[in-house]
Structure formats: structure tokens, C-alpha cells
């Protein structure tokens, strides 16, 4: 069990992962509970709530790209790496947070953060390990509004599926905006979406087709075939492996809705154990048993 209980919100660039936050912080307040919130987004410029701590204090996106000459992506590298050689900044403050805190980290939105630069996979470790021994639950936010389009929608998947592999942390999918899922299709084709179906990859067998290309060829516009059968090959192969491994579902959000807010809390909650945590700890008990002895 870890000695503080924390969450990092991630996910790709307007996924609402700020709006999240706040709605959780807000949730938490409404419910006695204590939070520290922690924003490591080097360009993030407004907040319902102040962070406890802010990585602007240290060092902002705009300073390092006009600095360093050095476009968005790799400014936001610098800054990560910067914050790893001054780690101090962030775990001095995070010492003093005790066991019945949940720590909530808002990310970039950046994904190459979580796919294939090892910045945060280290940032990670350091905050799990040694002395904070943080027990953590990734939340990675999609829109949900991408299910019109079944493309971006695995693609979507895929990346979260990839920080998933490459966090190692107990992990949360999370659809946001379902408010903006409006009309019955929509709403039946995301109950196959929840469940990452991979059928929905092949929605058209007989002709080989994606969705797109479905659209394009029942409405008689000519395309490749054969890159329709490449692509629909390929579809095939993703689809079969995010099947295989069988990670990838998600918890729907309406970031304005105080029950869908509880809902996901409660699945991080669960990855976490942090109610295990707040459990009455043996020599409390100990101590009250005695108080009861001299009182009588
Ligand atoms: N309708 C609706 N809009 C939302 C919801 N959550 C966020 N938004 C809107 O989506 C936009 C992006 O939200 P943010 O919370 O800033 O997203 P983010 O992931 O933090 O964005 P970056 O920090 O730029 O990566 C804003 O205009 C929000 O108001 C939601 O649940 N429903």
C-alpha cells in the first residue's frame, strides 16, 4: 500500500483533462475530501482552482521557445527534463502531503509524452518509489466525440493503449464530453466503442472498406482499391491487437454531471486502494481501546 494517493490526468491536446480536474477538485470538495493539485502543463494558462504546485513557477513553455529558440513539442521536452533535474520543486512539497490527499497531476497534451520519450516513464518512477511511494492511477482522457469518425477513434485507442504499455501504472480509459454525444446512432455505435469492439473495424467485410471509404464508395466517388485493401488489412491487424490484450475500455464522462464525476472517481478510487488507506490504522485502535480502559 502506498504512503499518498495520487491521479495524473492524461491525454491528447483538448481532450479536457484541465476540465476534469476541476470537476474532480470540486467533487472532492463537495464530499470533505482533501486534494492537492499539481500542474505539471508548461503552457497552461487558466484554473477554476490554483495548483498547489505549478511547474510555471519553475519554468514556462513561452520562456524556453523564445530562450532556446526551440519549437512546441521540443520546448515542452526541455521543460519535462528541466523539471527532472530539479525534482526537488515537485517531491519537497509532495512530502508534506499525508495518506488522506489525493494528489491530482494535470498533464500536457502533448502525446509523444506518453508514447515514446522516457521523461515521463522516470518522472513516474520517482513519484511511485523511494521516499513519496505514491500510489498511482493513470486516467487517459479521448473525446468522445471522435466516434464519428472510427479512424481517429482507434488511433485514439492505440495511443492510449501505448501509455498504457509504457507508464506501467494501473490505468483508467476515459471517454470525455459525453454530453456532446447527442442522437441514437451515436449512442448505439459507443456502446460497441466502450468496449473498443473491433468488428467496428470491419464494418464492411464484403468490400474491404473503412467507414470513410464506405461513404466515398456508396456515394460512387472513385478511389485505389487496393489502398482501400491495404488499409482495411491493416485495420484487421490493429484491431486484432487491441483485442488480444483486452486493456482497452472506457468509463464515460460528462465532466458537468457530479454522478458521472463520483463514477470515475470511484474506478480510480478502486486502482489506487486510497479507501483501504483511510481504514482505522492498528495503534489508533490500540490508543482508543485504552482510552476505554481508564474510563472506565
Ligand atoms: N461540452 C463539453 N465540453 C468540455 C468538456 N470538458 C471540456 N470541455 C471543453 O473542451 C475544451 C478543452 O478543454 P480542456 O479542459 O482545456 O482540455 P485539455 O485536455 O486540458 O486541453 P490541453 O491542456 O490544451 O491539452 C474547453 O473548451 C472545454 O470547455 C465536457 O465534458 N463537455
Redesign the pocket.
Known amino acids: 500500500m502506498g504512503s499518498r494517493y495520487g491521479t495524473i490526468i492524461m491525454?491528447p491536446?483538448?481532450?479536457?483533462?484541465?476540465?476534469f480536474c476541476s470537476s474532480l477538485i470540486q467533487h472532492l470538495k463537495n464530499n470533505r475530501r482533501s486534494c492537492f493539485y499539481v500542474n505539471l502543463?508548461p503552457a497552461?494558462e487558466e484554473f477554476a482552482f490554483e495548483p498547489d504546485v505549478d511547474i510555471k513557477d519553475l519554468i514556462t513553455l513561452e520562456d524556453v521557445m523564445e530562450e532556446l529558440h526551440l519549437g512546441p513539442n521540443g520546448g515542452l521536452i526541455y521543460c519535462f527534463e528541466f523539471l527532472m533535474e530539479n525534482l526537488d520543486f515537485l517531491t519537497d512539497p509532495l512530502e508534506e502531503v499525508s495518506d488522506e490527499y489525493l494528489i491530482i497531476i494535470d498533464m500536457?497534451?502533448q502525446i509523444e509524452l506518453y508514447s515514446h520519450v522516457p521523461v515521463v516513464p522516470n518522472l513516474l518512477k520517482a513519484l511511485t518509489r523511494g521516499s513519496l511511494n505514491i500510489s498511482m492511477c493513470a486516467a487517459y482522457l479521448l473525446e468522445s466525440t471522435f466516434i464519428v469518425d472510427r479512424a481517429k477513434f482507434f488511433s485514439g485507442t492505440l495511443s492510449a493503449m501505448s501509455a498504457m504499455l509504457m507508464l506501467e501504472l494501473p490505468h483508467v480509459n476515459i471517454l470525455?464530453?459525453m454530453?456532446?454525444v447527442k442522437g441514437q446512432v451515436a449512442r448505439r455505435d459507443l456502446k460497441r466503442f466502450i468496449e473498443a469492439d473491433i468488428g467496428l473495424l470491419q464494418d464492411a467485410p464484403e468490400s474491404g472498406l473503412m467507414y470513410d471509404h464506405k461513404e466515398k464508395f456508396d456515394a460512387g466517388i472513385q478511389e485505389d482499391v487496393t489502398d482501400g485493401r491495404d488499409f482495411a488489412n491493416l485495420n484487421r491487424a490493429v484491431g486484432h491487437l487491441i483485442d488480444e490484450f483486452s486493456l482497452v475500455s472506457f468509463l464515460k464522462?460528462?465532466?458537468?454531471d457530479e454522478d458521472s464525476i463520483g463514477a470515475v472517481l470511484s474506478y480510480i478510487d478502486d486502482a489506487i486502494q486510497f479507501h483501504e488507506a483511510q481504514e482505522p490504522k492498528e495503534p489508533n485502535d490500540a490508543v482508543e481501546e485504552t482510552e476505554m480502559d481508564g474510563m472506565g
Request: charged share 25%; hydrophobic share 30%; no cysteine.
Open positions: 491525454g491536446a483538448g481532450a479536457g483533462k484541465t476540465t502543463d497552461a500536457p497534451g470525455s464530453k454530453d456532446l464522462l460528462d465532466a458537468q
